[in-house]
């Protein structure tokens, strides 16, 4: 069996186990309701809420079961709580603007109150290429939103993605080396970014390159997507939130 196959396999699995634990909730926000699937461990400690890449519009409410968001699986069984926040429209693949829209950054600051209140546990945002521009930009649009956060995960960044001073957030940039979306997804840009946001972020600022993996389409699969390297890119994630996470409680 080829390593392609075990990932696909894996992968499945992790959908099946988790889907049996599956909640969907609808988030009230002033815009309507916005779908997240909600992956609840016994032991968590911290909650990990993912924006989908690509158009963001993955369907959630309608599958049976839900699945989570690949890295969002491997990190539930680590034991952290997974949530992934949909949307109901597409956000767009290659033009990225309504991402930046006031509606779209307040319907991820109702999903993080929502699941502040929920849970009260620190949360830490996630985006994926496209939805890096997501979180970027809700760091950028107030101090008070970072104070939302433990935490903040720019994976394959998109390279429009850019955030700005003051921040006083652990963020963590990851990549892979081999990522070939280079015309949208370049390694080398988040390199630079992770450069530029140490100098003035007062915050922890880490930068974890993945290694390895499958080949594969250059915006859905392959490197880019962590195929046959999940292993590791999870490994980085969950350890970046477990540093946090001491972090705080010594303080």
């Known amino acids: 069996m080829n390593r392609a196959i075990t990932f696909l396999m894996s992968l499945l699995l992790a959908c099946i186990v988790l889907g049996a634990k599956a909640e969907i909730i609808q988030v009230p926000s002033e815009y309507g309701d916005t779908p997240t699937g909600y992956w609840g461990h016994p032991n968590a400690k911290a909650v990990v809420i993912s924006l989908p890449g690509g ?19 491997g990190l539930y069984d680590d034991g952290l709580d997974s949530v992934l926040m949909d949307s109901n429209v597409s956000l767009g693949w290659s033009s990225i603007s309504p991402r930046y829209t006031k509606e779209h950054l307040a319907r991820i600051k ?4 929502f699941y502040q209140n929920k849970l009260h546990k620190p949360i830490f945002l996630m985006g994926h290429s496209n939805s ?6 809700f760091l950028n ?22 955030i700005s001073p003051p921040l006083n957030l652990p963020i963590l940039f990851m990549h892979h080396e081999e990522d070939p979306n280079g015309r949208w997804t370049a390694y080398s840009h988040s390199q630079s970014l992770y450069e530029e946001v140490k100098k003035f972020n007062l915050a922890p600022t880490e930068f974890a390159t993945v290694h390895g993996g499958e080949s594969g389409e250059a915006s859905t699969a392959g490197h880019h997507m962590y195929q046959g390297s999940l292993e590791e890119a999870t490994k980085y994630v969950y350890e970046f939130v477990l540093r946090q996470l001491n972090r705080s409680m010594v303080k």
């Open 55 to 73: 158009d963001g519009s993955r369907g959630i409410a309608a599958q049976n079961p839900p699945r989570p968001g690949w890295l969002g699986a």
């Open 141 to 162: 649009q107030s101090p008070e939103n970072q104070k939302m956060l433990a935490g903040a995960i720019i994976s394959s960044g998109r390279n429009e993605t850019d």
């Open 110 to 113: 109702s999903v993080i109150e």
């Open 132 to 137: 890096t521009i997501s979180v970027a930009e």
